[in-house]
């Protein structure tokens, strides 16, 4: 998905050492000085700032009312630019749905998508045949590669009362040796997500949530296997972090040459280093020291993606991510002459009737979350 075509200085902090899913306090405790670890900062937008190798971060969080019965919202959508409706009128959008929220069917070639879904559903329904439903913490991680049509649409299937979601969906490039590769999709049901809550000297929890890489002793579940976070010497790591007020954590360092950033979306003020900032903001760090990180009077979340770049030129249009104009023509011309496959589905728009999430791969294998 895209938007139209488609976040004072501290003598020591403890770096904090669990693993298991209840809270626990590290037997053993280092210290980190503070140090100014900020590169940049930005305000975030729709559409958040990234870096080598992430291309694009956006965050969904739609305060839907209650459905119609036929998975759209029961309000009258009067006023809304339907097929592209980004205005988050009463507190929500359709986006490119005429009848569902969501992302009609639409294609990619040459990079991931990685699709965090914190609150509500999301159906998947792609030119390889291929389904699922998820949510509620879920994560799909998509390679486009060679290129893929699908849809992502956000059933509302609550009619007695709101359907809130939230989500984030990340683009992580291919190098120019995977672009051309074959399509797939795996799901990270959320039982299978590392989650730990942490607590700081003072018994203030951090809860993290490991989607790639590792943190501490938790390690996240496997990517797939032409992704750039498939190589561990790539450092590719995503996690969200939620920090008690006055919680306190030290972010350990990355590798040299990493680019890391943190993403503040929720809560009224973070330190970070030395440098205090405000919610919604997007926090360019050093990837290779330390980040010591104290949280203010409100429960904060934080998002931080960080990784090795892939180092190559970026050719992008819409939603093709290659490393030349003329690969970008290429796929263009693919497009229209293959549609990567064609439509198996007979809506653009498809909604899965189920009342379980679930995810049937190209090859008709069946994943049921538990």
């Known amino acids: 998905m895209e938007r139209r075509t488609a976040l004072h200085t501290i003598a020591s902090l403890p770096v904090i050492l669990s693993c298991g899913s209840e809270a626990s306090r590290g037997a053993s405790l280092s210290t980190a000085p503070a140090q100014d670890v900020v590169k940049s900062v930005a305000p975030l937008g729709f559409l958040w700032k990234t870096l080598d190798p992430f291309l694009f971060c956006a965050h969904h969080n739609d305060a839907y009312p209650a459905g119609n ?61 291929a389904a699922a439903r998820y949510g509620g913490g879920d994560v799909q991680w998509l390679t486009a590669g060679s290129g893929i049509v699908h849809a992502e ?6 009619v007695g009362g709101p359907n809130p979601l939230e ?10 040796r995977e672009k051309m590769t074959a399509p797939n999709f795996s799901m990270l049901w959320r ?3 590392p989650k730990v809550t942490l607590l700081d000297e003072a018994g203030k929890a951090v809860e993290v949530t490991v989607i790639a890489g590792s943190f501490e002793k938790s ?12 190589d561990p010497s790539h450092d590719v790591t995503i996690y969200t972090l939620k ?10 360092a990355g590798k040299a040459g990493c680019n890391r950033m943190l993403y503040f979306f929720q809560g009224s003020s973070l330190t970070v280093g030395t440098r205090n900032f405000d919610s919604h903001s997007a926090v360019e760090l050093i990837g290779d020291a330390a980040a010591a990180l104290v949280n203010g009077p409100s429960e904060t979340e934080v998002l931080v993606l960080s990784a ?6 970026v050719a992008k249009r819409g939603p093709f991510v290659m490393n030349t104009e003329a690969e ?6 693919d497009y229209q002459s293959t549609r990567f496959g064609g439509w198996p589905w007979p809506k653009h728009d498809p909604v899965h009737d189920s009342n379980e999430r679930f995810a049937r791969h190209a090859d008709g294998r069946i994943e049921k979350a538990t």
């Not at 980004?86 to 490119?96: I, N, R, T, V």
């Not at 970008?328 to 011309?333: D, F, G, L, Q, V």
């Open 167 to 176: 989500l984030f969906q990340i683009w992580l490039n291919l190098p120019a």
């Open 328 to 333: 970008i023509r290429k796929a263009y011309e």
């Open 191 to 193: 039982d299978v997500i």
């Open 219 to 230: 390690i996240a579940a496997t990517p797939p296997p032409k992704s750039w976070a498939a």
């Open 69 to 129: 019965g036929a998975f759209g919202p029961q309000a009258s959508l009067e006023g809304r630019n339907i097929g592209s409706d980004f205005e988050a009128k009463d507190g929500w959008s359709m986006y490119h749905g005429s009848q569902v929220p969501g992302f009609p069917q639409h294609p990619h070639r040459g990079f991931e998508t990685v699709t965090i879904v914190r609150q509500g559903l999301v159906d998947h329904a792609d030119s390889l045949g």
């Open 153 to 158: 649409m956000f059933p509302l299937l609550e």
């Open 243 to 252: 920090m008690a007020p006055g919680a306190r954590l030290v972010l350990p």
């Open 308 to 313: 090795m770049p892939v180092g190559e030129a």
